[in-house]
Protein backbone atom coordinates (compact mmCIF):
# COMPACT_ATOMS: atom_id res chain seq x y z
CA UNK A 1 0.00 0.00 0.00
CA UNK A 2 2.72 2.52 0.89
CA UNK A 3 4.27 1.94 -2.14
CA UNK A 4 1.21 2.61 -4.33
CA UNK A 5 1.11 5.96 -2.23
CA UNK A 6 5.14 6.37 -3.53
CA UNK A 7 4.44 5.89 -6.75
CA UNK A 8 1.41 7.95 -6.83
CA UNK A 9 3.21 11.30 -5.41
CA UNK A 10 6.04 9.97 -7.56
CA UNK A 11 3.46 10.95 -10.93
CA UNK A 12 1.94 13.96 -8.97
CA UNK A 13 5.57 15.91 -8.63
CA UNK A 14 7.10 14.96 -11.51
CA UNK A 15 7.23 17.03 -14.80
CA UNK A 16 5.27 16.29 -17.23
CA UNK A 17 8.32 16.85 -19.93
CA UNK A 18 11.15 14.90 -18.30
CA UNK A 19 9.07 12.67 -16.39
CA UNK A 20 11.31 13.48 -13.31
CA UNK A 21 10.55 14.99 -9.76
CA UNK A 22 10.39 18.64 -9.77
CA UNK A 23 13.71 20.94 -10.41
CA UNK A 24 12.67 24.36 -9.74
CA UNK A 25 9.52 24.24 -10.19
CA UNK A 26 6.87 27.10 -12.61
CA UNK A 27 3.42 27.06 -13.23
CA UNK A 28 2.26 28.22 -15.99
CA UNK A 29 -1.36 30.53 -16.68
CA UNK A 30 -2.90 27.03 -17.21
CA UNK A 31 -1.88 25.51 -14.14
CA UNK A 32 0.38 22.54 -15.55
CA UNK A 33 4.09 23.03 -13.18
CA UNK A 34 6.99 21.82 -15.34
CA UNK A 35 10.78 22.69 -14.23
CA UNK A 36 12.07 25.65 -15.25
CA UNK A 37 14.71 24.33 -17.46
CA UNK A 38 11.94 21.70 -19.38
CA UNK A 39 9.43 24.31 -19.98
CA UNK A 40 11.78 26.76 -21.52
CA UNK A 41 13.37 24.44 -23.49
CA UNK A 42 10.29 23.74 -24.95
CA UNK A 43 9.55 27.23 -25.74
CA UNK A 44 12.67 28.02 -27.24
CA UNK A 45 11.73 25.16 -29.66
CA UNK A 46 8.76 27.02 -30.47
CA UNK A 47 10.79 30.84 -30.55
CA UNK A 48 10.07 30.83 -34.53
CA UNK A 49 6.45 29.66 -34.50
CA UNK A 50 5.83 33.59 -31.95
CA UNK A 51 3.31 31.06 -29.83
CA UNK A 52 4.06 29.41 -27.16
CA UNK A 53 1.97 26.48 -25.90
CA UNK A 54 1.64 23.85 -22.68
CA UNK A 55 2.60 20.60 -23.55
CA UNK A 56 -0.01 18.91 -21.32
CA UNK A 57 -3.30 20.92 -22.60
CA UNK A 58 -2.05 23.09 -25.98
CA UNK A 59 -3.27 25.91 -24.90
CA UNK A 60 -1.23 28.66 -26.49
CA UNK A 61 -0.06 32.05 -25.04
CA UNK A 62 1.13 35.35 -26.59
CA UNK A 63 3.58 36.71 -25.85
CA UNK A 64 5.91 34.39 -23.77
CA UNK A 65 5.23 34.15 -20.65
CA UNK A 66 6.98 35.34 -17.45
CA UNK A 67 7.41 32.24 -15.39
CA UNK A 68 7.84 32.98 -11.62
CA UNK A 69 8.97 29.78 -9.14
CA UNK A 70 6.30 27.95 -7.32
CA UNK A 71 7.43 28.37 -3.71
CA UNK A 72 4.88 26.15 -2.05
CA UNK A 73 5.28 23.20 -4.96
CA UNK A 74 9.00 23.48 -4.33
CA UNK A 75 9.13 23.41 -0.74
CA UNK A 76 6.53 20.12 -1.00
CA UNK A 77 8.88 18.63 -3.42
CA UNK A 78 11.93 19.50 -0.94
CA UNK A 79 9.88 17.85 2.43
CA UNK A 80 8.63 14.47 -0.05
CA UNK A 81 12.08 13.77 -0.77
CA UNK A 82 13.30 13.95 2.84
CA UNK A 83 10.61 11.69 3.67
CA UNK A 84 12.26 9.41 0.93
CA UNK A 85 10.59 10.20 -2.18
CA UNK A 86 13.56 9.99 -5.05
CA UNK A 87 12.80 10.73 -8.56
CA UNK A 88 11.09 7.87 -10.71
CA UNK A 89 13.05 4.48 -11.18
CA UNK A 90 14.58 4.22 -14.69
CA UNK A 91 12.29 1.14 -15.90
CA UNK A 92 11.15 3.70 -19.08
CA UNK A 93 11.30 2.64 -22.40
CA UNK A 94 13.87 4.71 -23.88
CA UNK A 95 14.50 5.55 -27.44
CA UNK A 96 16.96 3.76 -29.46
CA UNK A 97 18.88 4.89 -32.67
CA UNK A 98 16.14 3.39 -34.96
CA UNK A 99 13.05 4.56 -32.84
CA UNK A 100 10.96 7.44 -33.28
CA UNK A 101 11.30 10.07 -29.83
CA UNK A 102 8.86 11.82 -27.65
CA UNK A 103 8.87 15.56 -29.11
CA UNK A 104 8.07 15.88 -25.15
CA UNK A 105 10.60 14.55 -23.31
CA UNK A 106 14.02 16.62 -22.33
CA UNK A 107 17.48 14.39 -21.70
CA UNK A 108 17.23 10.80 -22.23
CA UNK A 109 13.94 10.85 -24.21
CA UNK A 110 10.94 7.91 -24.54
CA UNK A 111 9.99 5.91 -27.37
CA UNK A 112 7.15 7.82 -28.97
CA UNK A 113 3.79 5.55 -28.64
CA UNK A 114 1.88 7.90 -31.19
CA UNK A 115 2.22 11.03 -33.42
CA UNK A 116 -0.30 13.58 -33.43
CA UNK A 117 -0.98 15.24 -37.30
CA UNK A 118 -2.53 17.79 -36.00
CA UNK A 119 0.10 18.44 -33.13
CA UNK A 120 2.85 17.65 -35.57
CA UNK A 121 4.22 16.29 -32.40
CA UNK A 122 4.95 12.21 -31.20
CA UNK A 123 4.49 11.64 -27.04
CA UNK A 124 5.63 8.63 -25.42
CA UNK A 125 2.36 6.88 -23.03
CA UNK A 126 3.02 9.34 -20.57
CA UNK A 127 2.55 12.57 -22.55
CA UNK A 128 0.28 10.88 -24.67
CA UNK A 129 -2.43 10.94 -21.86
CA UNK A 130 -4.39 14.32 -22.83
CA UNK A 131 -4.59 13.79 -25.99
CA UNK A 132 -6.62 10.05 -24.54
CA UNK A 133 -8.99 11.79 -22.17
CA UNK A 134 -12.10 11.99 -23.11
CA UNK A 135 -13.15 15.47 -22.06
CA UNK A 136 -10.11 17.14 -23.66
CA UNK A 137 -10.35 19.08 -26.80
CA UNK A 138 -7.16 16.86 -27.77
CA UNK A 139 -9.38 13.63 -27.87
CA UNK A 140 -10.47 14.64 -31.73
CA UNK A 141 -6.77 14.82 -32.82
CA UNK A 142 -6.30 12.68 -35.06
CA UNK A 143 -3.44 9.96 -33.39
CA UNK A 144 -1.31 7.31 -35.79
CA UNK A 145 1.73 5.40 -35.77
CA UNK A 146 4.90 7.12 -34.81
CA UNK A 147 6.78 8.85 -37.72
CA UNK A 148 9.64 11.06 -37.78
CA UNK A 149 8.17 12.73 -41.03
CA UNK A 150 5.76 14.80 -39.52
CA UNK A 151 7.72 18.07 -40.65
CA UNK A 152 6.76 17.21 -43.92
CA UNK A 153 2.94 17.74 -43.51
CA UNK A 154 4.49 21.62 -42.47
CA UNK A 155 3.97 24.23 -45.84
CA UNK A 156 7.52 25.67 -46.08
CA UNK A 157 6.17 28.80 -47.89
CA UNK A 158 3.18 29.68 -44.65
CA UNK A 159 4.30 27.26 -42.09
CA UNK A 160 0.63 26.17 -41.91
CA UNK A 161 0.16 22.19 -41.81
CA UNK A 162 -1.25 21.31 -45.31
CA UNK A 163 -4.62 19.71 -45.19
CA UNK A 164 -5.27 20.71 -48.68
CA UNK A 165 -4.43 18.90 -51.87
CA UNK A 166 -3.90 20.34 -55.78
CA UNK A 167 -5.03 18.16 -58.12
CA UNK A 168 -3.64 20.08 -60.79
CA UNK A 169 -0.31 20.32 -59.77
CA UNK A 170 -0.74 16.49 -57.53
CA UNK A 171 0.68 18.02 -54.48
CA UNK A 172 -0.57 18.60 -50.92
CA UNK A 173 -0.81 22.35 -50.06
CA UNK A 174 -1.88 24.40 -46.72
CA UNK A 175 -5.25 26.66 -46.82
CA UNK A 176 -3.32 30.09 -47.91
CA UNK A 177 -1.43 28.10 -50.95
CA UNK A 178 -5.20 27.42 -51.95
CA UNK A 179 -5.69 31.13 -52.48
CA UNK A 180 -2.43 32.48 -53.62
CA UNK A 181 -0.17 30.56 -55.72
CA UNK A 182 -2.39 28.01 -56.33
CA UNK A 183 -5.68 30.39 -56.82
CA UNK A 184 -7.89 28.85 -59.52
CA UNK A 185 -6.54 24.88 -59.18
CA UNK A 186 -8.73 22.05 -58.66
CA UNK A 187 -8.15 21.83 -54.87
CA UNK A 188 -10.19 19.54 -52.71
CA UNK A 189 -9.33 18.54 -49.07
CA UNK A 190 -6.41 15.93 -48.19
CA UNK A 191 -8.96 13.38 -46.88
CA UNK A 192 -11.16 13.76 -49.86
CA UNK A 193 -8.20 13.28 -51.89
CA UNK A 194 -7.16 10.40 -49.77
CA UNK A 195 -10.87 8.77 -49.83
CA UNK A 196 -10.34 9.06 -53.54
CA UNK A 197 -6.77 7.42 -53.65
CA UNK A 198 -7.98 5.17 -51.09
CA UNK A 199 -10.70 3.97 -53.40
CA UNK A 200 -8.29 3.33 -56.48
CA UNK A 201 -5.99 1.44 -54.55
CA UNK A 202 -8.71 -1.19 -52.94
CA UNK A 203 -9.79 -1.53 -56.85
CA UNK A 204 -5.63 -1.81 -57.39
CA UNK A 205 -5.40 -4.40 -54.59
CA UNK A 206 -8.30 -6.24 -56.00
CA UNK A 207 -7.20 -6.43 -59.38
CA UNK A 208 -3.73 -7.37 -57.88
CA UNK A 209 -5.53 -10.18 -55.56
CA UNK A 210 -7.48 -11.64 -58.42
CA UNK A 211 -4.09 -11.65 -60.28
CA UNK A 212 -2.49 -13.57 -57.23
CA UNK A 213 -5.49 -15.85 -57.24
CA UNK A 214 -5.12 -16.90 -61.31
CA UNK A 215 -1.09 -16.75 -60.80
CA UNK A 216 -1.74 -19.44 -57.57
CA UNK A 217 -4.17 -21.65 -59.91
CA UNK A 218 -1.62 -21.37 -62.78
CA UNK A 219 1.39 -22.66 -60.58
CA UNK A 220 -0.44 -25.04 -59.00
CA UNK A 221 -1.21 -26.49 -63.15
CA UNK A 222 2.43 -26.37 -63.02
CA UNK A 223 3.35 -28.06 -60.50
CA UNK A 224 0.69 -30.95 -61.43
CA UNK A 225 2.05 -30.61 -64.83
CA UNK A 226 5.49 -30.86 -63.68
CA UNK A 227 4.51 -34.62 -61.52
CA UNK A 228 2.84 -35.29 -65.13
CA UNK A 229 5.99 -34.52 -67.11
CA UNK A 230 7.95 -36.60 -64.59
CA UNK A 231 5.39 -39.54 -64.15
CA UNK A 232 5.12 -39.37 -67.95
CA UNK A 233 9.07 -39.53 -68.92
CA UNK A 234 9.73 -42.04 -66.14
CA UNK A 235 7.03 -44.57 -67.51
CA UNK A 236 8.33 -43.76 -71.02
CA UNK A 237 11.43 -44.84 -69.48
CA UNK A 238 10.39 -47.59 -68.12
CA UNK A 239 8.76 -48.77 -71.93
CA UNK A 240 11.30 -48.09 -73.76
CA UNK A 241 13.88 -49.96 -71.86
CA UNK A 242 11.33 -52.64 -71.11
CA UNK A 243 10.70 -52.88 -75.26
CA UNK A 244 14.07 -52.79 -75.78
CA UNK A 245 15.08 -54.97 -73.67
CA UNK A 246 12.71 -57.50 -75.16
CA UNK A 247 14.61 -56.79 -78.37
CA UNK A 248 17.58 -57.73 -76.70
CA UNK A 249 16.03 -60.43 -75.64
CA UNK A 250 14.82 -61.51 -79.23
CA UNK A 251 18.32 -60.80 -80.72
CA UNK A 252 19.35 -63.22 -78.59
CA UNK A 253 17.06 -65.73 -78.89
CA UNK A 254 17.70 -65.67 -82.26
CA UNK A 255 21.39 -65.82 -81.97
CA UNK A 256 20.76 -68.90 -80.13
CA UNK A 257 19.13 -70.38 -82.64
CA UNK A 258 21.49 -69.68 -85.44
CA UNK A 259 24.14 -71.00 -83.27
CA UNK A 260 21.79 -74.36 -82.70
CA UNK A 261 21.34 -74.35 -86.46
CA UNK A 262 25.10 -74.20 -87.12
CA UNK A 263 25.96 -76.60 -84.89
CA UNK A 264 23.60 -78.92 -85.80
CA UNK A 265 24.32 -78.85 -88.95
CA UNK A 266 27.93 -78.99 -88.46
CA UNK A 267 27.64 -82.35 -86.61
CA UNK A 268 25.39 -83.83 -89.64
CA UNK A 269 28.74 -82.98 -91.91
CA UNK A 270 31.41 -84.01 -89.90
CA UNK A 271 29.67 -87.34 -89.48
CA UNK A 272 29.06 -87.35 -93.26
CA UNK A 273 32.80 -86.60 -93.44
CA UNK A 274 34.14 -89.11 -91.14
CA UNK A 275 31.50 -91.91 -92.77
CA UNK A 276 33.05 -91.27 -96.00
CA UNK A 277 36.64 -91.57 -94.40
CA UNK A 278 36.14 -94.49 -92.25
CA UNK A 279 34.77 -96.56 -95.63
CA UNK A 280 37.94 -95.16 -97.16
CA UNK A 281 40.33 -96.72 -94.47
CA UNK A 282 38.46 -99.79 -94.89
CA UNK A 283 39.19 -99.84 -98.60
CA UNK A 284 42.78 -99.00 -98.24
CA UNK A 285 43.11 -101.66 -95.88
CA UNK A 286 41.57 -104.36 -97.82
CA UNK A 287 43.57 -103.05 -100.85
CA UNK A 288 46.75 -103.43 -98.83
CA UNK A 289 45.77 -106.89 -98.21
CA UNK A 290 45.06 -107.18 -102.25
CA UNK A 291 48.11 -106.04 -102.93
CA UNK A 292 49.99 -108.07 -100.30
CA UNK A 293 48.26 -111.23 -101.85
CA UNK A 294 49.39 -109.98 -105.57
CA UNK A 295 53.32 -109.68 -104.03
CA UNK A 296 53.09 -113.59 -102.91
CA UNK A 297 51.94 -114.42 -105.92
CA UNK A 298 54.58 -112.92 -108.12
CA UNK A 299 57.31 -113.89 -105.80
CA UNK A 300 56.45 -117.66 -106.41
CA UNK A 301 59.02 -118.91 -108.45
CA UNK A 302 57.31 -121.89 -109.63
CA UNK A 303 55.90 -121.40 -113.12
CA UNK A 304 53.34 -124.25 -112.42
CA UNK A 305 52.98 -123.26 -109.36
CA UNK A 306 51.93 -119.50 -110.10
CA UNK A 307 49.63 -120.67 -112.68
CA UNK A 308 47.76 -122.99 -110.53
CA UNK A 309 46.78 -119.92 -108.47
CA UNK A 310 46.36 -116.81 -110.50
CA UNK A 311 43.01 -117.61 -111.73
CA UNK A 312 41.75 -118.14 -107.65
CA UNK A 313 42.38 -114.38 -107.25
CA UNK A 314 39.09 -112.56 -106.36
CA UNK A 315 38.33 -110.01 -108.68
CA UNK A 316 39.18 -106.49 -107.21
CA UNK A 317 35.91 -104.45 -106.38
CA UNK A 318 34.56 -101.09 -107.34
CA UNK A 319 36.80 -97.78 -106.18
CA UNK A 320 35.49 -95.52 -103.39
CA UNK A 321 38.39 -93.21 -104.22
CA UNK A 322 37.90 -89.70 -103.77
CA UNK A 323 37.92 -88.86 -106.87
CA UNK A 324 34.27 -90.17 -107.32
CA UNK A 325 32.89 -87.22 -105.17
CA UNK A 326 34.41 -83.51 -105.13
CA UNK A 327 35.12 -81.81 -101.77
CA UNK A 328 33.79 -77.56 -101.89
CA UNK A 329 36.10 -75.45 -100.58
CA UNK A 330 35.40 -74.38 -97.07
CA UNK A 331 32.93 -71.12 -97.68
CA UNK A 332 29.90 -72.90 -96.10
CA UNK A 333 29.36 -70.99 -93.16
CA UNK A 334 30.78 -68.07 -94.44
CA UNK A 335 27.26 -67.69 -96.49
CA UNK A 336 25.78 -67.75 -93.55
CA UNK A 337 28.10 -65.20 -91.48
CA UNK A 338 27.42 -63.01 -94.91
CA UNK A 339 23.47 -63.09 -94.18
CA UNK A 340 23.79 -62.34 -90.61
CA UNK A 341 26.18 -59.31 -91.23
CA UNK A 342 23.29 -58.06 -93.66
CA UNK A 343 20.90 -58.38 -90.82
CA UNK A 344 23.36 -56.11 -88.85
CA UNK A 345 23.40 -53.62 -91.72
CA UNK A 346 19.26 -53.71 -92.42
CA UNK A 347 19.22 -53.28 -88.37
CA UNK A 348 21.47 -50.50 -88.05
CA UNK A 349 19.70 -48.49 -90.55
CA UNK A 350 16.25 -48.92 -89.04
CA UNK A 351 17.75 -47.98 -85.63
CA UNK A 352 19.35 -44.69 -87.44
CA UNK A 353 16.65 -43.49 -88.99
CA UNK A 354 14.09 -44.89 -85.71
CA UNK A 355 16.71 -42.84 -83.39
CA UNK A 356 16.60 -39.67 -85.17
CA UNK A 357 12.85 -39.89 -85.46
CA UNK A 358 12.42 -40.70 -82.00
CA UNK A 359 14.99 -37.84 -81.08
CA UNK A 360 12.69 -35.38 -83.12
CA UNK A 361 9.81 -36.50 -81.25
CA UNK A 362 11.17 -36.33 -78.21
CA UNK A 363 12.49 -32.72 -78.37
CA UNK A 364 9.12 -31.38 -79.56
CA UNK A 365 7.82 -32.62 -76.00
CA UNK A 366 5.99 -29.16 -75.10
CA UNK A 367 3.80 -29.05 -72.05
CA UNK A 368 3.08 -25.00 -71.81
CA UNK A 369 0.76 -23.47 -73.29
CA UNK A 370 1.57 -23.28 -77.00
CA UNK A 371 1.76 -19.99 -78.83
CA UNK A 372 -0.93 -18.50 -80.97
CA UNK A 373 -0.75 -19.59 -84.68
CA UNK A 374 0.70 -16.48 -86.51
CA UNK A 375 -1.68 -13.99 -88.55
CA UNK A 376 0.66 -12.15 -90.68
CA UNK A 377 3.11 -13.37 -93.64
CA UNK A 378 5.85 -11.99 -92.03
CA UNK A 379 4.42 -14.03 -88.68
CA UNK A 380 4.34 -17.31 -90.95
CA UNK A 381 7.82 -16.75 -92.38
CA UNK A 382 9.49 -17.05 -89.06
CA UNK A 383 8.62 -20.93 -89.59
CA UNK A 384 9.98 -21.30 -92.59
CA UNK A 385 10.83 -24.42 -93.92
CA UNK A 386 12.85 -25.16 -97.05
CA UNK A 387 11.72 -28.12 -98.91
CA UNK A 388 13.33 -30.14 -101.61
CA UNK A 389 11.85 -33.25 -104.01
CA UNK A 390 12.89 -37.09 -103.21
CA UNK A 391 13.72 -38.02 -106.77
CA UNK A 392 13.42 -41.59 -105.22
CA UNK A 393 9.89 -41.47 -104.25
CA UNK A 394 9.11 -39.31 -107.85
CA UNK A 395 6.89 -40.99 -110.40
CA UNK A 396 7.91 -42.00 -113.33
CA UNK A 397 6.61 -39.42 -115.55
CA UNK A 398 7.49 -36.49 -113.20
CA UNK A 399 10.08 -34.32 -114.20
CA UNK A 400 11.91 -32.40 -111.16
CA UNK A 401 14.00 -29.65 -111.61
CA UNK A 402 14.99 -26.12 -110.02
CA UNK A 403 17.08 -28.09 -107.19
CA UNK A 404 13.99 -30.51 -107.01
CA UNK A 405 12.06 -27.80 -105.93
CA UNK A 406 9.75 -28.24 -108.96
CA UNK A 407 7.41 -30.80 -110.31
CA UNK A 408 5.90 -31.43 -114.30
CA UNK A 409 4.21 -34.07 -115.14
CA UNK A 410 5.61 -34.86 -118.28
CA UNK A 411 3.80 -37.48 -121.38
CA UNK A 412 7.19 -39.38 -121.76
CA UNK A 413 8.43 -41.53 -119.25
CA UNK A 414 11.64 -40.27 -117.18
CA UNK A 415 14.62 -42.35 -116.47
CA UNK A 416 14.07 -43.17 -112.87
CA UNK A 417 16.06 -46.18 -111.81
CA UNK A 418 14.48 -48.74 -109.72
CA UNK A 419 13.80 -47.68 -106.30
CA UNK A 420 11.26 -49.08 -103.60
CA UNK A 421 10.38 -45.62 -102.58
CA UNK A 422 8.49 -44.71 -105.72
CA UNK A 423 5.25 -43.95 -106.27
CA UNK A 424 4.36 -46.82 -108.52
CA UNK A 425 0.95 -45.61 -109.89
CA UNK A 426 0.08 -42.84 -109.04
CA UNK A 427 2.14 -39.16 -110.47
CA UNK A 428 3.08 -38.07 -106.40
CA UNK A 429 6.23 -37.30 -105.21
CA UNK A 430 7.27 -36.59 -101.00
CA UNK A 431 10.16 -34.26 -99.56
CA UNK A 432 13.48 -35.06 -98.62
CA UNK A 433 13.15 -33.28 -94.94
CA UNK A 434 10.67 -34.75 -92.50
CA UNK A 435 8.66 -32.16 -90.64
CA UNK A 436 8.44 -32.07 -86.69
CA UNK A 437 7.88 -28.86 -84.83
CA UNK A 438 6.55 -25.71 -86.36
CA UNK A 439 6.82 -25.29 -90.17
CA UNK A 440 5.58 -23.61 -93.23
CA UNK A 441 6.02 -23.79 -96.74
CA UNK A 442 4.52 -22.38 -99.76
CA UNK A 443 3.47 -24.03 -103.37
CA UNK A 444 2.61 -22.13 -106.60
CA UNK A 445 0.63 -24.24 -108.26
CA UNK A 446 0.43 -23.87 -112.13
CA UNK A 447 -3.07 -24.79 -114.41
CA UNK A 448 -4.30 -28.27 -114.10
CA UNK A 449 -4.70 -30.83 -111.18
CA UNK A 450 -2.91 -30.15 -108.06
CA UNK A 451 -2.95 -31.78 -104.88
CA UNK A 452 -1.00 -29.81 -101.76
CA UNK A 453 -0.30 -32.94 -99.57
CA UNK A 454 1.12 -34.07 -95.80
CA UNK A 455 1.71 -37.61 -95.61
CA UNK A 456 3.41 -40.03 -92.77
CA UNK A 457 6.65 -41.49 -94.27
CA UNK A 458 4.92 -45.08 -94.55
CA UNK A 459 1.97 -44.48 -96.73
CA UNK A 460 2.05 -47.43 -99.41
CA UNK A 461 3.92 -46.80 -102.54
CA UNK A 462 3.21 -49.49 -104.90
CA UNK A 463 0.11 -50.88 -106.73
CA UNK A 464 -3.06 -48.26 -107.83
CA UNK A 465 -5.08 -48.62 -104.65
CA UNK A 466 -6.61 -45.33 -102.85
CA UNK A 467 -3.88 -46.56 -99.98
CA UNK A 468 -1.22 -45.03 -102.31
CA UNK A 469 -2.74 -41.72 -103.41
CA UNK A 470 -2.52 -38.45 -100.93
CA UNK A 471 -5.79 -37.84 -98.75
CA UNK A 472 -7.37 -40.99 -99.75
CA UNK A 473 -6.39 -42.99 -96.42
CA UNK A 474 -5.89 -41.92 -92.39
CA UNK A 475 -1.90 -41.14 -93.39
CA UNK A 476 -2.07 -38.42 -95.55
CA UNK A 477 -3.63 -34.75 -95.78
CA UNK A 478 -4.45 -32.85 -98.76
CA UNK A 479 -5.55 -30.13 -100.66
CA UNK A 480 -6.74 -30.12 -104.06
CA UNK A 481 -6.55 -26.66 -106.47
CA UNK A 482 -8.66 -27.66 -109.18
CA UNK A 483 -11.57 -26.04 -111.31
CA UNK A 484 -11.38 -22.89 -109.51
CA UNK A 485 -11.83 -24.45 -106.29
CA UNK A 486 -10.91 -26.59 -103.23
CA UNK A 487 -11.14 -29.49 -101.34
CA UNK A 488 -9.69 -31.35 -98.16
CA UNK A 489 -9.40 -34.79 -98.47
CA UNK A 490 -8.58 -37.16 -95.58
CA UNK A 491 -9.35 -41.32 -95.36
CA UNK A 492 -11.12 -40.95 -98.61
CA UNK A 493 -13.28 -37.97 -97.02
CA UNK A 494 -14.00 -35.03 -99.08
CA UNK A 495 -14.46 -31.38 -97.25
CA UNK A 496 -15.41 -28.64 -99.82
CA UNK A 497 -13.03 -25.42 -98.63
CA UNK A 498 -14.67 -21.85 -99.94
CA UNK A 499 -12.04 -19.08 -100.30
CA UNK A 500 -10.67 -16.77 -103.11
CA UNK A 501 -8.49 -18.34 -105.57
CA UNK A 502 -4.64 -17.89 -105.82
CA UNK A 503 -1.72 -19.44 -107.56
CA UNK A 504 0.20 -19.92 -104.19
CA UNK A 505 -1.07 -21.96 -101.58
CA UNK A 506 0.63 -22.01 -97.71
CA UNK A 507 1.23 -24.53 -95.54
CA UNK A 508 1.61 -24.17 -91.83
CA UNK A 509 2.20 -27.42 -89.47
CA UNK A 510 2.77 -27.17 -85.44
CA UNK A 511 3.62 -30.96 -85.14
CA UNK A 512 3.26 -31.39 -81.07
CA UNK A 513 0.14 -28.95 -81.44
CA UNK A 514 -1.98 -31.38 -84.31
CA UNK A 515 -2.44 -28.21 -86.13
CA UNK A 516 -2.48 -28.21 -90.21
CA UNK A 517 -3.54 -25.30 -91.44
CA UNK A 518 -3.42 -24.52 -95.29
CA UNK A 519 -3.49 -20.96 -96.44
CA UNK A 520 -4.49 -18.64 -99.81
CA UNK A 521 -1.72 -16.46 -100.08
CA UNK A 522 -1.57 -12.72 -101.51
CA UNK A 523 -1.37 -9.54 -99.97
CA UNK A 524 -2.79 -11.10 -96.90
CA UNK A 525 -3.23 -14.88 -95.65
CA UNK A 526 -6.81 -16.30 -95.65
CA UNK A 527 -7.44 -19.65 -94.11
CA UNK A 528 -8.82 -22.01 -96.40
CA UNK A 529 -8.95 -25.13 -93.68
CA UNK A 530 -7.40 -26.28 -90.47
CA UNK A 531 -7.05 -29.85 -89.43
CA UNK A 532 -6.82 -30.36 -85.62
CA UNK A 533 -5.63 -33.67 -85.01
CA UNK A 534 -3.09 -36.04 -83.13
CA UNK A 535 0.23 -36.65 -85.17
CA UNK A 536 2.27 -39.76 -83.96
CA UNK A 537 5.00 -39.73 -86.20
CA UNK A 538 7.04 -37.10 -88.11
CA UNK A 539 5.38 -35.86 -91.80
CA UNK A 540 6.71 -35.16 -95.07
CA UNK A 541 5.30 -32.54 -97.85
CA UNK A 542 4.47 -33.80 -101.24
CA UNK A 543 2.49 -32.99 -104.35
CA UNK A 544 0.31 -34.87 -106.92
CA UNK A 545 0.38 -33.32 -110.05
CA UNK A 546 -1.48 -34.60 -113.62
CA UNK A 547 -1.99 -33.89 -117.16
CA UNK A 548 0.92 -31.31 -117.93
CA UNK A 549 0.52 -29.29 -114.45
CA UNK A 550 3.44 -28.00 -112.45
CA UNK A 551 3.88 -27.43 -108.63
CA UNK A 552 6.72 -25.54 -107.32
CA UNK A 553 7.95 -25.53 -103.70
CA UNK A 554 8.83 -21.71 -102.83
CA UNK A 555 11.79 -20.74 -101.80
CA UNK A 556 11.05 -18.14 -98.63
CA UNK A 557 14.28 -17.55 -96.84
Known amino acids: MAQQENQLDRERFSCWICLDLLKDPVTTVCRHSYCKSCINTHWDKEEERGSYSCPQCRQTFTPRPVLGKNTMLADLVD ?6 LQAAPADHCYAGPE ?4 DVCTGRKLKALKSCLNCLDSYCEKHLQPHLQSSAPLKKHKLVEPSEKLQENICSRHDEVMKMFCRTDQQCICYLCSVEEHKGH ?3 SA ?6 RQRELGLRRQTIQQRVQHTEKDVKLLQQEEEAVNGSADKAVEDSEEIFTEL ?3 LEKRSSAVEQQIRSQQETEVSRVRELQERLEQEITELKRKDHELKQLSDTEDHNQFLHNYPSLSPLSGSTHSSSFRIRPLRDFEDVTAAVSQVRGRLQDILSETETEILQI ?4 DVLLRQPEPETRADFLRYSQEITLDPNTAHTCLL ?3 GNRKVTCMIEVQSHSDHPDRFTNWPQVLSRESLTGRCYWEVEVGEGVVFVAVTYKNIRRAGGSHECIFGYNDESWSLDCYRNSYNLHHNSIVTPVSGPLSSRVGVYLDHSAGVLSFYRVSDTMTLLHRVQTTFTHSLYAGVWVHNGSTAEFCKLK
Open 99 to 102: DVAC
Open 186 to 188: DTV
Open 191 to 196: AAERTE
Open 79 to 84: ELKKTG
Open 400 to 402: LSE
Open 362 to 365: VSQV
Open 248 to 250: IRL
